[in-house]
């Protein structure tokens, strides 16, 4: 079992950056694909980004696609969310993910992990 703690969110202006992080308890988290969601207001979960184990593969929600970057330090126990050029339509809280195993197609629905952080607030004002 591992246990996910978010950190790094906070308020930034449109075009700024923020980096995510996603801390594991345990010394198995090079086993788990990891991923990271996000929900505005009002609105369901959306899938933003996932990283395969090793950090060789990733793969992102198109409204990302370019700005962000997920990757991980196995060392450390951490998986990232490098967020650029930041929009409104970005507010929202962001939740990093986890499932164990080794997956020939990535993980991009929430049903497919069985570990959640808390979330942590990303907010972009205008």
């Known amino acids: 079992q591992v246990q996910l703690v978010e950190s790094g969110g906070g308020l930034v202006q449109a075009g700024g950056s923020l980096r995510l992080s996603c801390a594991a308890s345990?010394?198995?988290?090079?086993?788990?694909?990891m991923g990271w969601f996000r929900q505005a207001p009002g609105k369901e979960r959306d899938f933003v980004a996932a990283?395969?184990?090793?950090?060789?593969?990733?793969y992102y929600a198109d409204s990302v696609k370019g700005r962000f970057t997920i990757s991980r330090d196995n060392a450390k126990n951490t998986v990232y969310l490098q967020m650029n050029s930041l929009k409104p339509e970005d507010t929202a809280v962001y939740y990093c993910?986890?499932?164990?195993?080794?997956?020939?197609?990535?993980?991009?629905?929430?049903?497919?992990?069985?570990?959640w952080g808390q979330g942590t607030q990303v907010t972009v004002s205008s």
């Open positions: 993910a986890g499932r164990i195993g080794n997956y020939y197609n990535m993980l991009v629905k929430e049903n497919e992990y069985n570990y």
């Open positions: 345990g010394r198995t988290f090079s086993s788990y694909a």
């Open positions: 990283i395969n184990r090793s950090g060789g593969s990733t």
